[in-house]
């Protein structure tokens, strides 16, 4: 899966962030009084808020709309969090909102103060992405009333307090956002969260779901018993069944005052964290913590499958993210430890994401044999064979990914385990076709390309195919990786249920890939295929129907217990990306996902391997 790249809003956590005086706000520090309520027509915050996601004074200037500072962020997007500490009855309505100042606010946690300015709806990443907004206070004047106040109680968040839906259908009457539709914060855990935008909550010794990031943030689960995976994970089961109970957190508090912790799945968020509810386009809602707690460790330890026996072909897809030669040694070295040690060094491993000679440097390279002797001399130092490889040099700038790096599928394999069959003529272009030899299926072309012209390939990297032969019999394996999600709507979208707009290309690959593999066993029934690699989809999606069609492959992830089943974790979702699918002429298997990446914060990849292991 390709990362979007990040918001100055986090850089800024690190580093300096330009403001513009323009934007700034301008602070009143008055004599303290003791507030009271609001005289008519005079506007509350749950009244800016409203009881839908927009504001019902969007757009409008409001006058002295009183508060007690919750929260300061005097990085990224800077400004402060208010609430109301005299709440209505309505439980749709916020009593929290947050102030923008783009300078660095000059309020404190526990001042009374009371805000003037533009009533805004922010989105992150554009409207256009489809995500939900953020209401706040802009262009803000700023009067400070008193000091150490005592601040709003919390709203506890646990797992009584989270809906078991997700979230509404959206208004069809409304292209299908739920962007105006009444808060339902007793019946949909998305609906909840809106309606506490901006307020003080709290959790308490909340499970980690997803490694702590680069980007200073981790995700829990208030739920731990939804979806648990088999290592303290939240397991993404179905489109339906997104894990209400998932919430990012971060720290208000700037790195360079206080690092962020490191955290892995598994590990527990200890006692108390509490500060606003924020939103963000990179998960949605999250906790930004004022007070955070300690992670306490869980003792997740990487995998090690077992060794395949004198007769098992022992087959496995590892997607490398990215490597090239200017990858320091650190991750060529880790990278060859879980094939050997983790992996116990497979006949054949398919490789995903291997890049050219110069990386990202987009100068026209397209060879990839520095990055794979580097790569190959490392499993040799760490202890396993010394590997062959086959691959074909994509066209330049033609298979997506990173630009610059043309990452491509390649096939490492042990020669003295298995042998190659190499037949010539395989190229970027050149599509590899099934005839028969001596009564069995085999490539016209090996390594060979599937169907590259086929426009479901467009900017995306080709299946590649290649015969191989374990103690006599030959073995087809195709090695893939389908196109990215970049481009779909997140599950917090304000458009419900949200548009995958990238599996229309991904449904086109599979139909190809399943069309190749029927070729196949048109030529010999039982042909030993196996196809595997980053589909970039799930177990439950269309892609994997298509893929499956008319039985001429099943996915061996279904083998696996529920709580097994993923590959990679994104937004604390632990999830299937990664799959291997067999054809019928291989009747047992023994199939494995290798988790020794995603769960963890110190990754020499996103993805976790996978492999199975047969008798031919």
């Known amino acids: 899966m390709i990362a979007l790249s990040r918001p100055s809003r986090r850089a800024a956590a690190v580093g300096a962030f330009t403001v513009s ?97 533009t009533v805004t709806e922010y989105y992150y990443g554009g409207a256009a992405r489809g995500d939900t907004s953020l209401t706040q206070i802009s262009r803000p004047t700023v009067s400070v009333v008193s000091s150490g106040n005592e601040l709003p109680a919390p709203v506890v968040l646990d797992a009584d307090a989270i809906p078991a839906a997700y979230v509404p259908e959206g208004d069809p009457a409304d292209g299908g956002s739920i962007e105006n539709l009444p808060l339902q914060p007793e019946k949909y855990a998305l609906d909840l969260y809106a309606s506490l935008e901006g307020m003080n909550v709290r959790i308490e010794d909340a499970a980690i779901t997803g490694p702590s990031t680069a980007y200073y943030e981790l995700w829990v689960t208030l739920q731990p018993e939804v979806n648990a995976t088999s290592r303290g994970g939240t397991r993404y089961a179905s489109y ?197 030899q001596r009564g069995k299926a085999a490539l016209t072309h090996s390594p060979g390309r599937v169907d590259p012209a086929n426009p479901a390939w467009d900017s995306s990297r080709k299946p590649l195919a290649g015969e191989f032969s374990f103690r006599g019999t030959p073995v087809i394996v195709i090695a893939n990786h389908f196109n990215s999600k970049g481009g779909d709507q997140s599950l917090y979208s304000r458009y419900q249920p949200p548009t995958r707009s990238s599996e229309v290309q991904r449904l086109a690959q599979a139909e190809s890939v399943n069309a190749f593999v029927r070729d196949i066993l048109r030529v010999q029934k039982n042909a030993q295929v196996v196809v595997l690699g980053d589909i970039n989809d799930f177990e439950f999606s269309a892609t994997t129907d298509a893929l499956t069609a008319g039985g001429a492959l099943r996915s061996a992830v279904f083998s696996l217990p529920a709580d097994e089943r993923y590959t990679y974790i994104f ?38 391997p996978q492999i199975i292991r047969f008798k031919p």
Do not use: M
């Open 21 to 117: 005086a323009a934007l700034g706000a301008t602070l009143l520090v008055t004599s303290p009084f003791t507030a009271t309520a609001a005289g008519p027509g005079e506007l509350r915050i749950h009244d800016i808020q409203g009881n839908t996601r927009v504001s019902p004074h969007v757009g409008e200037q409001v006058t002295d709309v009183a508060g007690i500072v919750t929260g300061v962020r005097a990085y990224g997007s800077r400004g402060f969090w208010i609430q109301d500490p005299r709440p209505d009855d309505d439980p749709a309505t916020s009593e929290g909102i947050f102030v923008f100042t783009n300078a660095a606010p000059a309020v404190a946690v526990g001042d009374a103060v009371t805000v003037s300015g």
């Open 240 to 436: 339906d069944d997104p894990n209400p109970g998932r919430l990012k957190v971060e720290s208000l508090v700037p790195v360079a005052q206080q690092p962020f912790p490191t955290a892995n799945t598994g590990d527990t968020l200890g006692g108390v964290t509490e500060g606003p509810l924020d939103y963000d386009e990179f998960g949605g809602y999250l906790l930004a913590a004022r007070e955070l707690g300690t992670v306490v460790p869980g003792g997740t330890e990487p995998e090690t499958t077992r060794a395949q026996d004198r007769k098992e072909l022992a087959v496995a897809a590892y997607n490398v993210e990215n490597l090239n030669p200017s990858n320091d040694q650190a991750k060529f070295d880790r990278l060859a430890a879980g094939v050997v040690n983790h992996l116990a060094s497979p006949d054949i491993v398919a490789l995903e994401e291997i890049q050219d000679d110069s990386g990202p440097v987009d100068d026209g390279t397209v060879t990839a044999d520095v990055t794979l002797t580097r790569f190959t001399d490392a499993i040799v130092a760490a202890g396993g064979p010394r590997y062959a490889w086959r691959g074909i040099d994509p066209e330049d700038g033609r298979d997506g990914g990173q630009p610059g790096g043309n990452i491509r599928n390649v096939f490492l394999f042990n020669p003295d385990r298995v042998s190659f069959t190499d037949r010539p003529g395989g190229d970027a272009t050149t599509a590899t076709s099934v005839v028969k």
């Open 571 to 608: 937004n604390g979702n632990a999830q299937v990306l990664d799959q291997t699918l067999v054809s019928p002429g291989i009747k047992k298997f023994d199939y494995d996902i290798v988790h020794i990446n995603s769960e963890f914060a110190g990754q020499a990849s996103d993805h976790d």
